[in-house]
């Protein structure tokens, strides 16, 4: 089985260790796809000067915020890299425009979402940073040269925010209101939409331009891996979102493309029922 690509909206590091809503959710998504060979992660959190892959054997766990408690800091994630698919993966992208970095780990965006997935470590894992000097345009022919690696038993993931202003979440959190403000909601439709459709152009075009677009995203890095996971999708993926709903002003959408265990039950189903 091909694959299915996913984008997982991470939130708040505290997912790591609460049982919420949003953890028990993210535990749910790895029940709906296939058991992957390794996880190639897209995360908003590793916004570079360059395209880098992660090279290390063994990955160092990114504690990449400040002020949460003690007990969110001795979180690990000792899952393997996978230096082989950081090579193959230089190799599809290019290597006159990417390279290898020893310098990274898994920050927040991979880790506090994997240890609800797979929360045995035992997955190699390896990040792909995100090039701040590329256009939209750029990014999108970037991201779709990593389709093939969907028949190779990888996911794709890519872990960011439907909508991420951290200011206006400090905000909220000194007021009773946890509504999510109208621009809040207004982007997180568009976005539906844009990847229900398969309208890439659309999805390239909501930032900065979008309903609300500078005020769901200040800056794009928790946009882009939305951006990637479409790319890397086509148009034969079913859409399915497992996770949906608002955490304050932040959106926590998930974004499945491709054939689930669930698609895959039901079919069998049909084909008893009718033999």
């Given at each position: 089985m091909r694959m299915p690509v996913l984008f997982v909206g991470h939130g708040s590091p505290m997912n790591a260790i609460e049982d919420n809503e949003w953890s028990r959710g993210f535990r749910s998504l790895s029940e709906l796809v296939p058991r992957p060979r390794a996880i190639l992660m897209v995360s908003g959190h590793w916004y570079t000067n360059g395209t880098l892959i992660t090279g290390n054997e063994r990955p160092e766990t990114i504690h990449d915020f400040y002020g949460f408690p003690r007990e969110l800091f001795a979180v690990q994630y000792p899952a393997p890299g996978d230096v082989d698919l950081a090579r193959q993966v230089r190799k599809l992208i290019g290597e006159e425009r990417s390279e290898l970095s020893n310098?990274?780990?898994f920050d927040h965006g991979t880790w506090t979402v994997l240890r609800w997935m797979y929360p045995q470590a035992?997955?190699?894992?390896?990040?792909?940073?995100?090039?701040?000097?590329?256009?939209m345009?750029?990014?999108?022919?970037?991201?779709?040269s990593l389709a093939p690696l969907r028949d190779d038993r990888v996911l794709i993931m890519g872990s960011g925010n439907v909508t991420h202003n951290l200011r206006d979440l400090m905000r909220q959190m000194q007021t009773p209101d946890f509504s999510p403000p109208?621009?809040?909601?207004n982007f997180d439709e568009a976005v539906k939409k844009a990847v229900t459709t398969r309208d890439r152009k659309s999805l390239i075009d909501l930032w900065p331009n979008g309903p609300g677009a500078r005020q769901a995203h200040p800056t794009p890095d928790?946009?882009?891996p939305i951006l990637y996971t479409a790319a890397a999708a086509d148009h034969a993926d079913q859409v399915r979102f497992q996770i949906e709903g608002f955490d304050r002003s932040f959106s926590m959408r998930s974004?499945?493309?491709?054939?689930?265990?669930?698609?895959?039950?039901a079919g069998l189903a049909r084909v008893i029922n009718t033999s």
């Amino acid at each position: 089985m091909r694959m299915p690509v996913l984008f997982v909206g991470h939130g708040s590091p505290m997912n790591a260790i609460e049982d919420n809503e949003w953890s028990r959710g993210f535990r749910s998504l790895s029940e709906l796809v296939p058991r992957p060979r390794a996880i190639l992660m897209v995360s908003g959190h590793w916004y570079t000067n360059g395209t880098l892959i992660t090279g290390n054997e063994r990955p160092e766990t990114i504690h990449d915020f400040y002020g949460f408690p003690r007990e969110l800091f001795a979180v690990q994630y000792p899952a393997p890299g996978d230096v082989d698919l950081a090579r193959q993966v230089r190799k599809l992208i290019g290597e006159e425009r990417s390279e290898l970095s020893n310098e990274w780990g898994f920050d927040h965006g991979t880790w506090t979402v994997l240890r609800w997935m797979y929360p045995q470590a035992d997955i190699p894992v390896i990040q792909l940073s995100i090039n701040a000097k590329l256009t939209m345009a750029e990014h999108l022919d970037l991201a779709k040269s990593l389709a093939p690696l969907r028949d190779d038993r990888v996911l794709i993931m890519g872990s960011g925010n439907v909508t991420h202003n951290l200011r206006d979440l400090m905000r909220q959190m000194q007021t009773p209101d946890f509504s999510p403000p109208d621009w809040a909601l207004n982007f997180d439709e568009a976005v539906k939409k844009a990847v229900t459709t398969r309208d890439r152009k659309s999805l390239i075009d909501l930032w900065p331009n979008g309903p609300g677009a500078r005020q769901a995203h200040p800056t794009p890095d928790h946009f882009l891996p939305i951006l990637y996971t479409a790319a890397a999708a086509d148009h034969a993926d079913q859409v399915r979102f497992q996770i949906e709903g608002f955490d304050r002003s932040f959106s926590m959408r998930s974004i499945l493309y491709g054939y689930t265990f669930l698609n895959v039950v039901a079919g069998l189903a049909r084909v008893i029922n009718t033999s």
